[in-house]
T-cell receptor, first 114, second 109 residues
Framework: DAGITQSPRHKVTETGTPVTLRCHQT?????MYWYRQDPGHGLRLIHY???????DKGEVSDGYSVSRSKTEDFLLTLESATSSQTSVYFC?????????????FGPGTRLTVL | GQSLEQPSEVTAVEGAIVQINCTYQ??????LSWYQQHDGGAPTFLSY????GLEETGRFSSFLSRSDSYGYLLLQELQMKDSASYFC??????????FGTGTRLQVFP
């Protein structure tokens, strides 16, 4: 299994509070991604990173920011959480131009915003 | 826009064969991937097709027709443990994946 951990695994917070989710990898993979998964929508890309301090927006980036100061860590921040951000968040990693373009996913973080 | 279409649910019995189709319309295409996700778990990679044709990995096979913007995942000798959601995903020219909404497969004894 790829060494990817996410913390926290579960979080309940209130509307308007800031929340930071952490993704940590031990695989030294260059690319990292944050997705959210909601019923009926599959996995949607929030932000991604192609290297340290190299990030870009995905399909559903509004209300989210990210930072990557080290290869192994990719942080996702909800500056002011809203109920619409209640979701399961997955981090993933990959290597550029790998033969199968395989992404390895972390275990997920279930976030509830009340 | 970018869209991937796959059936929302498929049912089958143990030992049977099931095919999950995926049609896509994306601005860039480098390949089609399939991922499996059990309830409460993380998606895991199953297969990848960059070229037309069939790729076989044990009981699972995946097919791609780039001219038809179509692919499928074929699961043979179904087992109860194959009950899960299956996602197709298009790889674009920046190595990002665009996922379909998933097909829930229920295998009955």
């Amino acid at each position: 299994d790829a060494g990817i951990t996410q913390s926290p695994r579960h979080k309940v917070t209130e509307t308007g509070t800031p929340v930071t989710l952490r993704c940590h990898q031990t695989e030294n993979h260059r690319y990292m991604y944050w997705y959210r998964q909601d019923p009926g929508h599959g996995l949607r890309l929030i932000h991604y990173s192609y290297g340290v301090k190299d990030t870009d927006k995905g399909e559903v980036s509004d209300g989210y920011s990210v930072s990557r100061s080290k290869t192994e860590d990719f942080l996702l921040t909800l500056e002011s959480a809203t109920s619409s951000q209640t979701s399961v968040y997955f981090c993933a990693i990959s290597e550029p131009r790998s033969r199968h373009n395989e992404q390895f996913f972390g275990p997920g973080t279930r976030l509830t915003v009340l | 826009g970018q869209s991937l279409e796959q059936p929302s649910e498929v049912t089958a019995v143990e030992g049977a064969i099931v095919q999950i189709n995926c049609t896509y319309q994306t601005s860039g295409f480098y390949g089609l991937s399939w991922y499996q996700q059990h309830d409460g778990g993380a998606p895991t990679f199953l297969s990848y097709n960059a070229l037309d044709g069939l790729e076989e990995t044990g009981r699972f096979s995946s097919f791609l027709s780039r001219s038809d913007s179509y692919g499928y995942l074929l699961l043979q000798e179904l087992q109860m443990k194959d009950s899960a959601s299956y996602f197709c995903a298009v790889r674009d020219n920046t190595d990002k994946l665009i996922f379909g909404t998933g097909t829930r497969l229920q295998v009955f004894p």
